[in-house]
T-cell receptor, first 109, second 115 residues
Framework: KQEVTQIPAALSVPEGENLVLNCSFT??????LQWFRQDPGKGLTSLLL?????REQTSGRLNASLDKSSGRSTLYIAASQPGDSATYLC????????FGTGTRLKVLA | EAGVTQSPTHLIKTRGQQATLRCSPI?????VYWYQQALGLGLQFLLW???????NRGNFPPRFSGRQFPNYSSELNVNALELEDSALYLC??????????????FGQGTRLTVV
């Protein structure tokens, strides 16, 4: 059974720091992996989709990498801002999305 | 182009009642997925519909059911509501049927509160 774990569970940092959020999964038989952010009480906002043939994706201050063989993905956030405060979720994708446990991020002004 | 739309945004029901949640997929998408996010818990896969058929369901009791209509929109029905059914219910749609190599797009969710 696929299990997806995110570390750390919560993170509080001062504005401007570079951050690394980790996602690990137990079964490497996935197609793609996607990172989302979720604001309190809201739906999901897609950040980055990494297809199985890719090793990383970048969008603005965000960079995500994928190593299927080791069952790991990393989301790197550069120069964090208070507006980045949210819960970040990774999901491994087969025929369905299996979500991680989430990292709750708070960026302090 | 419109994204995945869900209605209603909020729904309040009494324990024992039935709730119906609706989802309209992106035009051209044939697969619809339902997920539950209960307070303090992660997002859990509920149901997958494709071409009008239920393809897979998660580990939920039979009182969670649904259907997909010929226009690919979908309903999620929750019967005999219990307090722990209070959650955010998210719908997603995608192009391909269960291959996992295309992106699913998520709606903004329906917040169900059972009192």
């Amino acid at each position: 059974k696929q299990e997806v774990t995110q570390i750390p569970a919560a993170l509080s940092v001062p504005e401007g720091e570079n951050l690394v959020l980790n996602c690990s999964f137990t079964d490497s038989a996935i197609y793609n992996l996607q990172w989302f952010r979720q604001d309190p009480g809201k739906g999901l906002t897609s950040l980055l989709l990494i297809q199985s043939s890719q090793r990383e994706q970048t969008s603005g201050r965000l960079n995500a990498s994928l190593d299927k063989s080791s069952g790991r993905s990393t989301l790197y956030i550069a120069a964090s801002q208070p507006g980045d405060s949210a819960t970040y979720l990774c999901a491994v994708i087969t025929y369905k999305y299996i979500f991680g446990t989430g990292t709750r991020l708070k960026v302090l002004a | 182009e419109a994204g995945v739309t869900q209605s209603p945004t909020h729904l309040i029901k009494t324990r024992g009642q039935q709730a119906t949640l609706r989802c309209s997929p992106i035009s051209g998408h044939t697969s619809v997925y339902w997920y539950q996010q209960a307070l303090g818990l992660g997002l859990q896969f509920l149901l997958w519909y494709d071409e009008g058929e239920e393809r897979n369901r998660g580990n939920f009791p039979p009182r969670f059911s649904g259907r997909q209509f010929p226009n690919y929109s979908s309903e999620l029905n929750v019967n005999a509501l219990e307090l722990e059914d209070s959650a955010l219910y998210l719908c997603a749609s995608s192009l391909a049927s269960g291959t996992g190599d295309t992106e699913a797009f998520f709606g903004q969710g329906t917040r169900l509160t059972v009192v």
